[in-house]
């Protein structure tokens, strides 16, 4: 199944396995290192990235939830690389 959904504001398409979790695809797929893996359960916030402006734990949200979304990273936090 594909889906499509902007990523620190570019329009990304993905055919991800429906049980992968966005931290997963960030890391894995996508090469975006900036989002880290903690605790696996939501808890510690070391996987935090915002949707649609809202933070959540990427770690738990399972990538089929971004469809038609707006993702943002903290690679996406600054356009001059500012940030790790």
């Known amino acids: 199944m594909s889906i499509e959904f902007k990523l620190n504001?570019?329009?990304t398409k993905l055919d991800p396995q429906p049980e992968t979790t966005l931290l997963w695809v960030l890391r894995e797929h996508l090469k975006l290192t900036g989002t880290k893996f903690g605790c696996g359960s939501g808890l510690c916030g070391a996987c935090t990235v915002h949707l649609?402006?809202?933070p959540i734990r990427s770690c738990i949200t399972p990538v089929l939830a971004l469809a038609g979304k707006s993702v943002t990273t903290i690679e996406g936090l600054s356009k001059n690389r500012s940030h790790p």
């Open 9 to 11: 504001g570019s329009k």
């Open 52 to 54: 649609n402006g809202q």
